[in-house]
């Protein structure tokens, strides 16, 4: 079993930065495909970032293209999501979801098998 736990996250003004990061347990985290999803109250959880078992290859959703970067430590077993730019309608609970994979083109929530518990992240004036 892998267990993952979210930190970071907060409370910053539009404009602002913030960074997440995930912590795995476990020894295969360099088996696993790694993501971000979020979710807004009301919203149904949507995809942010994904990221592959190397790191060599990463997507995100269009809306935090070019302001969200996605990376990770498999020496560490972290894989973190670091937020610039950050406007309002990126509030929301951020949780990190992994699966067993080399391929890297999951994006939907029923794919992954493990998830945080998730972190709050607010962007208000």
């Known amino acids: 079993q892998v267990q993952l736990v979210e930190s970071g996250g907060g409370s910053v003004e539009p404009g602002g930065s913030l960074s997440v990061s995930c912590l795995a347990s476990?020894?295969?985290?360099?088996?696993?495909?790694m993501a971000w999803f979020r979710q807004a109250p009301g919203n149904e959880r949507e995809f942010v970032a994904a990221?592959?078992?190397?790191?060599?290859?990463?997507s995100y959703t269009d809306s935090v293209k070019g302001r969200f970067t996605i990376f990770r430590d498999n020496a560490k077993n972290t894989v973190d999501l670091q937020m610039n730019s950050l406007k309002p309608e990126d509030t929301a609970v951020y949780y990190c979801?992994?699966?067993?994979?080399?391929?890297?083109?999951?994006?939907?929530?029923?794919?992954?098998?493990?998830w945080g518990q998730g972190t709050q992240v607010t962007v208000s004036s």
């Open positions: 979801a992994g699966r067993i994979s080399y391929d890297n083109t999951w994006r939907a929530p029923h794919e992954f098998d493990y």
């Open positions: 476990g020894s295969t985290f360099n088996r696993f495909a």
């Open positions: 990221i592959s078992w190397n790191g060599a290859v990463t």
